[in-house]
């Protein structure tokens, strides 16, 4: 198995990449906003309204 990010052969300690290194590039990717899970919008999710907030006496 090869780093996802620079290709070289994969650290068992570091599995699936090579170093801390690449590891850190990558959970920056992550937080970044670089990486992405693509979602698709349902049409529940355009109806939802949150509940109203009543106030409490």
């Given amino acids: 198995m090869t780093c996802s990010i620079c290709t070289r052969e994969a650290d068992p300690k570091y599995k699936p990449f090579c170093s801390r290194r690449c590891a850190d590039i990558d959970l920056g990717k992550w937080l970044s ?7 698709a919008v349902t049409e529940q999710e355009d109806d939802f309204e949150p509940p109203s907030q009543t106030p409490r006496q």
């Fill in 33 to 39: 906003g670089s990486y992405a899970i693509p979602a």
